[in-house]
C-alpha cells in the first residue's frame, strides 16, 4: 500500500474518472482521489480541470484532507479565479476556528492564493490573525502579510500592516519577532528607500535578545538584519559584537556565516589596539575551519566567502594554510577555490610546504586543476620574492615533464617572472626555445614571442625564431599577431643591420595585408616612428618597463568592501556587486563598512590597501558632467591619481611601453592626431596574461583627443529630415569598463523609442552575456526586451544594437530629469554611467491638440509655469521651423503674424501625458528666436527647450 | 527566499516538484542539466548555477540532486542547510532517501514539504515537531488508516513549536530510561610519498540517542576539555555554562541527535593510527608495472584496526592487475581503473601485504601520474583525539537513568600519496 500507485500512467479518461471519485459519497474513497489528484500534480500533469470537484470538498473536517484540498489551491488558483473565489468563505470561517493549528494553516494558506480578486477579501482575517492570542497564529501571519505585499503592495500599505508588522518587532515571543523581521527584509527589497527596518539601539536588543531565543533559521534573518544596522560608536559595535560571538559555535552553517559577517563588519569599528579585537580575530578562525569539513556544497560556499575574508583581513587565517591543502578526491570546484586560497595565504613562512603541495598538484589528472596549479607557481614567484628561485626551478622541471598543456601554461607565467625580476632568470631562456614548436595555444606562443623579442640580444637565432613565427601571421590569433609585430620591432632596433627584411615583412603584413584596425594602427605608428625618428624609437619601444606588481587579481577595494557586507549572500558567491543581480536588484543600496574609530589607525594597519580603503571613490554611478569634466582635464592637464593606484598589470605596461613613454614626441611630430583608435585599443601590449583590468589614468590623454574627433564627426552628420537624432556621444569609456565601450544615442522611430548602442570590445578577451538594466528614471524608461547581443563580441569587434524602450517602467524623478542611469553586465563585470536623452523622444505622434482645446488649456495653465528661452543664430524660416519641429513630434497648431513677426502656436504631448504648449517668435532676419513655454509640470520646460534648439539646429 | 524545489534522478528526470511561491516552469532545469552534462563526474556540478532569472542552488545526496530555485538574494548557505535538513527528514521518515521511497510516500513527501516551508521560509524543519505533525508511515499505521479511514496528519498544536525548548515534546514516557553517546571520529590526512603528514586533522561529533521521561536536564563534562577549542553545538546546549565551565548542559531533544561536532585542527599534533609502505612503480618501455603495498598499525593505544579497506584509482593506462593479498580479497574494475582491496583486521605480527604485477596497454608510455591510496579503517573503544567523557548527571527528574558511552575512531579523507 504505497503511494506510488497514484503513478500509474494516465489512462483515458483518468481526468474522467477521478470526477467521479471526487464527489462520491465515500470519505475514503474521496481522499484517496484527492491523494491521485495531488500526485499527478506533482509530477506536473495538468488537472486543472478538477478544480470545482476538489474545492467542493474543503468543507470537511479531516485535518489532512483539508491540508490535501489546500495544496491543491495554491497551486490552481491563479487560473481558476472565479472558481477561487468559492473557497474565500471557508478560508474567513478556518480563521476564526478555536484551534490556533487551523487558525494558522488558513492564514497561511490564502496568502499563497495569488488572486488579486480574492486579497482583499483576506485582509480583515489577516488583521485579525496578526493580533492573535496565539504567538504561532502571529508569527504565521507575519509571513503571511510578506506574501501578500508580493501579490499586492500597495494594499499592504494601505491596510497599514506594514505598522502591524514594525509592531511585532517588539513582540514578546522570539519566533514572531524572527519572522517579523524576516517579512520585512523580504518587503524591504523592493523599497529600497522606505525606512521599514528603522534600526536603533532599541530595536537592536530586542533583536539581540530574540537572536538567544529562536530557532535557526530565525537566528539568520535576525543576523542579516543586524548586519544592515552601523552603531554609533565603537563601544556599541564591541557590545553588540559580544553578543553576536557564541553564534559562531553554531551546528547550522549558514547562521556561522552570517554572524562572520556581522563581525567582519562591526570590527572595523573597533580600535586595532584594543585587547577585545584580537580576541575576535582568534575567534573567527576555527568557525572558518569547521565550515570546510561539512558537505562539498557548503564547503564551496564557505570558500568563496573565505577568499573575500582572506584579502580583507589575512591575518585571521594566515597560520590555516594547511586545510587549504586540497584533497584528490574533491570535487573540482573546490579544488579550484582551494588553490585560490592558498596562493593568497602563501607567505615567506609557509611557501616551501606550499609549493611542494602546488607540484604534487601539477601531476594530477584534471586539466584544468593542473594549469591552475602551475599558474599558481608562477603567482607564488610575483608574491614571495623570496621564493622566486625555487619557483622557477620547479617550473623547469614541469617543462622537463613534456606534458603539452604544463609547458604552455609554465612559460606562461615564466614570462610575468622576467616581468617582476628582470636580468635574473634570462639562463633558462634556452630552455624555453626547446619547447618553441609544441606550443599551440595563442596565450602562450604569445608569451614565448614576447621573450624572445625582450632578450632578442642574448638569443643568437631570435630572428630565426621570430621568422618562423611570421610565416602564418595571418593564420595566428590577434594576440599573437600584435606581440610578433612589436618584438620583431624590437628585434629590429637591437640588431638593425640584419634584421631589416624582417621588420619590413611584419610592418606590410601588419598594415597591408591586415583587416584589423588595432594592428594596422600599431603597423602604422611603429613604421611613421621608425621612418622618423630612430631615436625616438628606440626610447619608445625600448623603454624600461615597470615591474609588474603581485596582486593583479585582488579585488578592487570598494567592491570588496561592499562584498565584505554582503558575506554570506550570492553576491559574495560571484563576487560581484549585488546589484549585478538583474532580477534581485530592485532596490540596490550599496553597503558600505564603517570607518574606523581611530581613523589614522586604518592607515598605518595595513599599507597596500588602507589608502584605497579611505580614500577610494565610492562605486556611484558618474552624472554626465563629472564624466565628460573628467575627460576634458584629462586632456589638458597631467592626469592626477586619485583613489587607489591602477592595479599595474602586464597590459598596461604594454601600453605604456608604447605610449607612456613616447607620446609627447609622437604627438608634436605628427600633425595628424593618431590618438582616436590608439588610445581605445587595450590590446596594444597584448599577449600579456593579465586580466582585462582598469587602464591606467595617464592612458587616458590619447583617448579624450579621439572623442573629441568623434564628437566632431558626430556633429556634421546630423539628419536632415524626420525626428531629430542626436549623434552617438560615448556613454561609457573603455578605461572605465574594462575595455568595453559604449556609445550611444536614442531615436524615435515609428512611436518606438530605441537606444541605439555600438558596443566596442576593447579588452583581449572575447565578451559575452550581455545585459542592461536601467535605474528608475524619471519616465519610466525600460528596456522593452534583452540587449540583443547573440554572437559573443570578439577583441576589437563593434556592434550595433537597438533597444527598444517602453516607458511603463518604475518611476523616479532624477536631476536632471532626463538623466538616464544604466548598469550593462557581461562577462566580465557591470558597469553604470549615465547619460541624458533628449525629452523630444518622449513627445507621442498623437501630441496635436484642438485650437479650442490650445486656447483653454493655455489660459488655464498659470503664468507662473510660463518659462522663456532664447535660441540665438537659427537661420530657417517659420515655416521650415515649423516642419521640422513636426518631424520631432512638435506639432503646429496656428500660426499668426503680427508686424513682421511669426507666431507659431505648437504643441506635444509626452508618453507620460504631459501636455506641453508652446509659442514660437520668429522674426524675419533676426536669427535669434523666442520659446514660451507652458506646461503644468514646469520642470520639463528646460529639457524641451533643449530640445528646440536641439532639433533647430540640425 | 525559496522559491520551488525539484528533485532530479541520476539519469536526469525531475521526478518531483514542488512551488511554495508561484509556480516556476520546468524548464529552468535545463540550465543544471547543462551543467550536470558539463561535469565529468555527477559530484561536480556546481552548487550554485546562475539563469536569467533564477539561480540554482543543489545539492547531490543518495544520488538525487535537490535543486533549489530562488528568485532574489537568499544566502545560498541557508538553501544548503535547508536542502540537507529534507535529505534527513526524508531519510528519518522513510529509512532511506530514495526516488523510490520518495514515489511511495509522495503525499506525506508533499505534505512534509509543505510543512518545512511556509512562503519559501523555514516553518519547521525539527524532527521533533514535524513527526507531530505528520506522523511517519509504518506499515502497520498505513493499514489502520486504510481500514479506519484515519490520517497520518496530526490533530495538535504541535507543542513543542513555541516552548522555550522547542526541540522537546511534552510528555514523554518511557519504562526503560536509558542515554547513550557516542563519541566518533574521524581523521582526514595527506601523507606524502615518504610517510611524513603533511596535514592531519581530526573531525569528531557526539551522537546521542536519549530516551529519558519527562524534562530530564542533563550535564556532561570531559577529563580534558580543553581539546574542544571549535565546537558547534546542538540548539539546546547552553552556551555560557561552556564558556564558563567548559560543561554541557542541556535540556536533551527526544530520540537520535547531534550533540556536538568539533574539530581537532592541524595546529595540535594529530596520532596517525597506520603507516603504508608503498612501491608503485612502471618502467619505461615496459609493459609492466610493479605493486608492492604493505600496512602496519602505527599510533593505535594498543587498540585493534579493524575493516580496513584499502583503494586506489589506478593510472588510465593500466589494463589489469595480477596480484597476491596476504590476507583478505581485493578487486580490480578495468574500466573504471578502481583497485579494491578488502584487507579487514591489521594483524600486528604479520603486517598485510598487496603484492604483484600490473600490465599496461601494449606501447603505452609510462603513465604520468601518481596514484592516490585512500584508506578506510576503524578503531574501536578509543578516541584518536584522546577525548575521553568523565561523567554525565541529570537533574530535574528522579528515577535513574541508564548511561553509555562508546568511543569509535574512523579515517575520513586519509589519503597517502606515492
Not at chain 1, 590618438?675 to 600579456?688: K, N, Q, R, T
Not at chain 2, 544520488?63 to 544548503?80: C, G, K
Not at chain 2, 548542559?249 to 592541524?266: A, C, E, Q, T
Amino acid at each position: 500500500m504505497t503511494d506510488s500507485k497514484y503513478f500509474t500512467t494516465t489512462k483515458k479518461g483518468e481526468i474522467f474518472e477521478l470526477k467521479a471519485e471526487l464527489n462520491s459519497d465515500k470519505k475514503e474513497k474521496k481522499k484517496e482521489a484527492v491523494k491521485k489528484v495531488i500526485a499527478s500534480m506533482t509530477v506536473g500533469k495538468d488537472v486543472s480541470a478538477l478544480f470545482p470537484d476538489v474545492v467542493n470538498c474543503m468543507q470537511t473536517d479531516n485535518l489532512e484532507l483539508k491540508k490535501l484540498v489546500y495544496l491543491y489551491l495554491m497551486n490552481y488558483a491563479k487560473s481558476q479565479p472565479d472558481m477561487a473565489i468559492m473557497a474565500v468563505n471557508t478560508f474567513v470561517k478556518d480563521c476564526e476556528d478555536p484551534n490556533p493549528l487551523i487558525r494558522a494553516l488558513a492564514v497561511r494558506t490564502m496568502g499563497c492564493i495569488r488572486v488579486d480578486k480574492i486579497t482583499e477579501y483576506l485582509c480583515e482575517p489577516l488583521r485579525k490573525c496578526l493580533k492573535d492570542e496565539d504567538p504561532y497564529v502571529r508569527k504565521t501571519a507575519a509571513v503571511c502579510a510578506a506574501k501578500l505585499h508580493d501579490i499586492n503592495a500597495q494594499l499592504v500599505e494601505d491596510q497599514g500592516f506594514l505598522d502591524t508588522l514594525k509592531d511585532l518587532i517588539s513582540d514578546s515571543n522570539p519566533m514572531v519577532v524572527a519572522n517579523a523581521v524576516a517579512a520585512l527584509s523580504e518587503i524591504a527589497e523592493s523599497h529600497p528607500n522606505s525606512n521599514l527596518l528603522d534600526l536603533n539601539p532599541q530595536t537592536i536588543n530586542k533583536l539581540l535578545t530574540a537572536l538567544n531565543e529562536c530557532t535557526e533559521w530565525g537566528q539568520i534573518f535576525i543576523l542579516d538584519c543586524l548586519a544592515n544596522y552601523t552603531p554609533r560608536d565603537d563601544r556599541e559595535s564591541q557590545s553588540i559584537c559580544e553578543r553576536v560571538t557564541p553564534r559562531l559555535s553554531h551546528a547550522n552553517s549558514a547562521v556561522v556565516l552570517s554572524a562572520v559577517k556581522v563581525l567582519m563588519k562591526f570590527m572595523e569599528m573597533l580600535p586595532k589596539d584594543l585587547d577585545y579585537y584580537g580576541t575576535l580575530l582568534k575567534k573567527l578562525a576555527p568557525p572558518l575551519v569547521t565550515l570546510l569539513s561539512a558537505e562539498p556544497e557548503l564547503q564551496y560556499v564557505a570558500l568563496r566567502n573565505i577568499n573575500l575574508i582572506v584579502q580583507r583581513r589575512p591575518e585571521i587565517l594566515k597560520h590555516e594554510m594547511k586545510v587549504f591543502f586540497v584533497k584528490y578526491n574533491d570535487p573540482i570546484y573546490v579544488k579550484l577555490e582551494k588553490l585560490d586560497i592558498m596562493i593568497r595565504l602563501a607567505s615567506q613562512a609557509n611557501i616551501a610546504q606550499v609549493l611542494a603541495e602546488l607540484k604534487e598538484y601539477a601531476t594530477e589528472v584534471d586539466v584544468d586543476f593542473v594549469r591552475k596549479a602551475v599558474r599558481a607557481i608562477g603567482r607564488c614567484a610575483i608574491k614571495v620574492e623570496q621564493s622566486a628561485e625555487r619557483c622557477v626551478s620547479t617550473l623547469l622541471d614541469l617543462i622537463q615533464t613534456k606534458v603539452n598543456y604544463v609547458v604552455q601554461e609554465a612559460i606562461v607565467v615564466i614570462k610575468d617572472i622576467f616581468r617582476k625580476y628582470p636580468n635574473k632568470y634570462e639562463s633558462v631562456i634556452a630552455t624555453l626555445c626547446e619547447n618553441l614548436d609544441s606550443l599551440d595555444e595563442p596565450e602562450a606562443r604569445a608569451a614565448m614571442i614576447w621573450i624572445v623579442g625582450e632578450y632578442a640580444e642574448r638569443i643568437d637565432n631570435a630572428d630565426e625564431l621570430l621568422e618562423s613565427f611570421l610565416e602564418g601571421f595571418h593564420d595566428e590569433s590577434t594576440q599573437v599577431q600584435l606581440q610578433l609585430l612589436t618584438a620583431i620591432v624590437k628585434l629590429f632596433l637591437k640588431k638593425p643591420t640584419e634584421t631589416q627584411e624582417l621588420v619590413q615583412q611584419v610592418l606590410s603584413l601588419a598594415t597591408q595585408d591586415s583587416d584589423n584596425p588595432d594592428l594596422r594602427d600599431r603597423g602604422y605608428i611603429y613604421w611613421r616612428l621608425l621612418s622618423t625618428d630612430p631615436v625616438a624609437a628606440k626610447e619608445v619601444v625600448l623603454a624600461e618597463k615597470p615591474l609588474i606588481s603581485e596582486e593583479t587579481d585582488l579585488i578592487e577595494p570598494t567592491l570588496l568592501e561592499e562584498l565584505i557586507c554582503h558575506i554570506g549572500t550570492l553576491a559574495s558567491v560571484y563576487h560581484k556587486p549585488p546589484s549585478a543581480f538583474v532580477e534581485g536588484s530592485r532596490g540596490v543600496q550599496h553597503k558600505r563598512l564603517p570607518g574606523s574609530a581611530g581613523s589614522g589607525e586604518s592607515e598605518s594597519q595595513d599599507t597596500g590597501s588602507a589608502a584605497g580603503v579611505t580614500e577610494a571613490p565610492p562605486a556611484v554611478i558618474p552624472s554626465q558632467g563629472d564624466l565628460l569634466g573628467d575627460l576634458l582635464n584629462l586632456d589638458l592637464t597631467p592626469p592626477t591619481t586619485t583613489g587607489p593606484p591602477p592595479p599595474s598589470s602586464g597590459m598596461q605596461m604594454g601600453a605604456m611601453d608604447l605610449l607612456g613613454g613616447g607620446l609627447d614626441s609622437l604627438m608634436g611630430d605628427e600633425s595628424e592626431p593618431l590618438g582616436g583608435d590608439l588610445g581605445g585599443s587595450p590590446a596594444m601590449g597584448a599577449g600579456f596574461s593579465a586580466p582585462t583590468a582598469a587602464m591606467p589614468a595617464s592612458f587616458n590623454a590619447p583617448v579624450s583627443g579621439g572623442l573629441d574627433d568623434l564628437f566632431d564627426l558626430g556633429g556634421g552628420v546630423g539628419l536632415p529630415m524626420g525626428a531629430y537624432t542626436p549623434p552617438k556621444t560615448i556613454w561609457l569609456p573603455a578605461m572605465k569598463a574594462k575595455g568595453l565601450e559604449i556609445s550611444g544615442t536614442f531615436v524615435r522611430r515609428a512611436g518606438v523609442i530605441q537606444m541605439e548602442m555600438t558596443l566596442t570590445n576593447k579588452a583581449m578577451s572575447v565578451m559575452t552575456d550581455f545585459a542592461i538594466q536601467f535605474n528608475r528614471n524619471s519616465f519610466g524608461l525600460a528596456p522593452a526586451g534583452p540587449l540583443q547581443v547573440l554572437t559573443p563580441l570578439s577583441p576589437n569587434q563593434s556592434i550595433e544594437v537597438a533597444l527598444p524602450l517602453s516607458t511603463v517602467g518604475p518611476v523616479m524623478k532624477m536631476e536632471p530629469l532626463n538623466n538616464l542611469q544604466v548598469a550593462v553586465k557581461n562577462n566580465i563585470d557591470v558597469f553604470y554611467f549615465s547619460c541624458q536623452y533628449p525629452i523630444s523622444m518622449l513627445f507621442v505622434e498623437d501630441g496635436k491638440m484642438e485650437r479650442q482645446v490650445f486656447l483653454a488649456t493655455w489660459k488655464d495653465i498659470p503664468n507662473d509655469n510660463e518659462s522663456q528661452f532664447q535660441i540665438k543664430d537659427c537661420h530657417l524660416n517659420s515655416d521650415a521651423a515649423s516642419n521640422k519641429l513636426q518631424g520631432s513630434n512638435i506639432f503646429t497648431i496656428a500660426k499668426r503674424t503680427v508686424e513682421g513677426q511669426d507666431m507659431l502656436y505648437q504643441s506635444m504631448k509626452l508618453t507620460n501625458s504631459i501636455w506641453v504648449l508652446a509659442e514660437l517668435r520668429v522674426q524675419a532676419g533676426n536669427p535669434n528666436y523666442t520659446v514660451c513655454l507652458k506646461c503644468r509640470a514646469a520642470e520639463v520646460s528646460q529639457g524641451v527647450f533643449q530640445c528646440y534648439e536641439a532639433v533647430l539646429k540640425n | 527566499m525559496i522559491h520551488s524545489l525539484f528533485l532530479v534522478n541520476a539519469s536526469g528526470d525531475i521526478f518531483l516538484e514542488k512551488h511554495w511561491k508561484s509556480v516556476v516552469s520546468r524548464s529552468v532545469c535545463d540550465y543544471f542539466f547543462e551543467a550536470q552534462e558539463r561535469a565529468t563526474e555527477p559530484e561536480n556540478v556546481p552548487p550554485v548555477i546562475p539563469t536569467p532569472h533564477h539561480y540554482l542552488i543543489s545539492v547531490l545526496r543518495h544520488r538525487i540532486y535537490f535543486v533549489a530555485v530562488i528568485q532574489s538574494e537568499v544566502p545560498p548557505l541557508f538553501v544548503i542547510e535547508f536542502l540537507h535538513r529534507v535529505v534527513d527528514t526524508f531519510q528519518d521518515y522513510f529509512g532511506v532517501c530514495t526516488e523510490a521511497a520518495i514515489k511511495d510516500n509522495v503525499v506525506v513527501v508533499y505534505e512534509l514539504l509543505e510543512e518545512m516551508l511556509d512562503n519559501g521560509f523555514p516553518l519547521a524543519t525539527e524532527s521533533n515537531i514535524l513527526k507531530e505533525l505528520i506522523k511517519p508511515p509504518t506499515i502497520l499505521r498505513t493499514m489502520v488508516n486504510t481500514i479506519t479511514g484515519s490520517t497520518n496528519v496530526g490533530e495538535q498544536l504541535p507543542t513543542g513549536q513555541l516552548s522555550v525548548v522547542p526541540w522537546r515534546r511534552t510528555g514523554v514516557k518511557y519504562t526503560n530510561n536509558e542515554a547513550y553517546f557516542d563519541v566518533v571520529e574521524e581523521i582526514d590526512a595527506i601523507i606524502d610519498k615518504s610517510g611524513s603528514t603533511i596535514t592531519a586533522e581530526i573531525q569528531g561529533v557526539i551522537d546521542a540517542c536519549v530516551k529519558l521521561t519527562g524534562m530530564p536536564d542533563l550535564t556532561l563534562s570531559f577529563m580534558n576539555p580543553r581539546l574542544l577549542d571549535d565546537v558547534s553545538f546542538h540548539p539546546c546546549v547552553r552556551f555560557k555554562r561552556w564558556e564558563a565551565e567548559r560543561i554541557l548542559s542541556f535540556i536533551p531533544p527526544d530520540g537520535n541527535f547531534r550533540l556536538l561536532s568539533y574539530h581537532v585542527s592541524s595546529q595540535n599534533l594529530v596520532a596517525i593510527p597506520v603507516y603504508v609502505k608503498h612501491n608503485i612503480s612502471f618502467r619505461e618501455g615496459s609493459s609492466q608495472g610493479r605493486f608492492d603495498l604493505t600496512l602496519g598499525p602505527k599510533q593505535t593505544m594498543g587498540k585493534a584496526v579493524e575493516s580496513v579497506l584499502v583503494s586506489s584509482q589506478l593510472p588510465r593506462g593500466v589494463l589489469n592487475a595480477n596480484l597476491n593479498p596476504s590476507q583478505g580479497t581485493y578487486t580490480f574494475d578495468p574500466v573504471t581503473k578502481m583497485l579494491t582491496w578488502d584487507v579487514g583486521k591489521i594483524n600486528p605480527q604479520k603486517l598485510p601485504s598487496l603484492k604483484g604485477t600490473m600490465s599496461l596497454q601494449a606501447g603505452a608510455s609510462k603513465p604520468d601520474e601518481n596514484p592516490t591510496i585512500n584508506i578506510q579503517l576503524k578503531i574501536q573503544q578509543m578516541a584518536i583525539s584522546g577525548l575521553k567523557v568523565n561523567r554525565l548527571d541529570m537533574y530535574g527528574e528522579k528515577y535513574k537513568p541508564f548511561k553509555g558511552i562508546k568511543y569509535m575512531t574512523k579515517a575520513g579523507k586519509f589519503q597517502v600519496r606515492t
